[in-house]
């Protein structure tokens, strides 16, 4: 089974701060691997896909990077609307999400 | 665009079948892969499975041969059967699509999600 590790599970910071959230695979997946935002009570929303991909109407400040066994998604310049909780999901064998990584106003 | 509504009861019992069905409206449902993913109060998401054209299904190797998801396309409809609940399986269960694309395994359509307790 390929296991997802995200960290940090929790990271504050305030808005306009550069924002970097790791997720380790413990297997390569190549670059299948996408990135979510939740918001509370929201269903996910899709950020970013083939590991580095914009999907079509996200923001910018937005970028993912890696491949092999390790990811990153950063946000430039936090807005309000960004502090959510961030998935990355594997897609090279099955599907498997990390435990997620909260993003709270320091 | 297209629209995900997943519908069911929100309330089962413990020992029984939760079943729920996803309304796809406003797209077509072939040459996608269709999703179940749940995710329990405070806690982080979990895929269950996913089906393509009616034939070909994927599970979480961890639900243990409790599961079962099926389309009917005519009804531009698909649904999740999973067995032997316990409370350990109350969650929101949302429905979601991945691209008309082989190559992504992503999910790029979701359902709002709904709320299924397990509980006498």
């Known amino acids: 089974d390929i296991q997802m590790t995200q960290s940090p599970s929790t990271l504050s910071a305030s808005v306009g701060d550069r924002v970097t959230i790791t997720c380790r695979a413990n297997q390569s997946i190549y670059n299948w691997l996408a990135w979510y935002q939740q918001r509370p009570g929201k269903a996910p929303h899709l950020l970013i896909y083939k590991a580095s991909t914009l999907e079509t109407g996200v923001p910018s400040r937005f970028s993912g990077s890696g491949s092999g066994t390790e990811f990153t998604l950063t946000i430039n310049s936090l807005q309000p609307d960004d502090f959510a909780t961030y998935y990355c999901?594997?897609?090279?064998?099955?599907?498997?999400f990390g435990q997620g990584t909260k993003v709270d106003i320091k | 665009q297209v629209q995900l509504q997943e519908s069911g009861p929100g309330l089962v019992k413990p020992s029984e079948t939760l079943s729920l069905t996803c309304s796809v409206s406003g797209g077509s449902m072939s040459r996608h892969y269709w999703s179940w993913i749940r995710q329990p109060p405070g806690k982080g998401l979990e895929w269950i499975g996913n089906?393509?054209?009616?034939?070909?299904?994927k599970y979480n190797p961890s639900l243990k041969g409790r599961v079962s998801i099926s389309v009917d396309t005519s009804k531009n409809q698909f649904s999740l059967k999973l067995s032997s609940v316990t409370a350990a399986d109350t969650a929101v269960y949302y429905c979601a699509r991945e691209p008309d694309d082989i190559s992504r395994g992503d999910l790029d359509c979701w359902g709002q999600g709904t709320l299924v307790t397990v509980s006498s």
């Open positions: 999901q594997q897609y090279h064998s099955y599907r498997t």
């Open positions: 089906v393509y054209n009616s034939d070909t299904t």
